[in-house]
């Protein structure tokens, strides 16, 4: 059984900073990729960024420049960086990671939400 906790979410004015955390557990022998996405109200749930286990990232181009993508494979953990924030961020965000458990298998977390006020 693999699990997922995020946190870090919050309400930030515009221009300010988050970090959002995503920590697996349970029986997890390593983790594969990892992404966070988001979802606005009445918008389709869409990729923010990822990172590949050798650690190359790639992200959306709305957040470029302002998101960073890690991770820590020791505490099996993706974080996301976010600066400059906008309202245009505020959505739930999820953290999507491919985990090699008894078998492989793509989990979600349970969501954060964020808001950026303006």
């Known amino acids: 059984q693999v699990q997922l906790v995020e946190s870090g979410g919050g309400l930030v004015q515009a221009g300010g900073s988050l970090r959002l955390s995503c920590a697996a557990s349970g029986r997890v022998f390593s983790i594969n990729d990892m992404a966070w996405y988001r979802q606005a109200p009445g918008k389709q749930r869409e990729m923010v960024a990822h990172?590949?286990?050798?650690?190359?990232?790639n992200y959306a181009d709305s957040v470029k420049g302002r998101f960073t993508i890690s991770r820590d494979n020791a505490k099996n953990t993706v974080y996301l960086q976010m600066n400059s924030l906008k309202p245009e961020d505020t959505a739930v965000y999820y953290c999507?990671?491919?985990?090699?458990?008894?078998?492989?298998?793509?989990?979600w977390g349970q969501g954060t939400q964020v808001t950026v006020s303006s």
């Open positions: 999507n990671l491919v985990v090699v458990a008894a078998g492989v298998g793509r989990y």
């Open positions: 990172i590949s286990s050798g650690g190359s990232t």
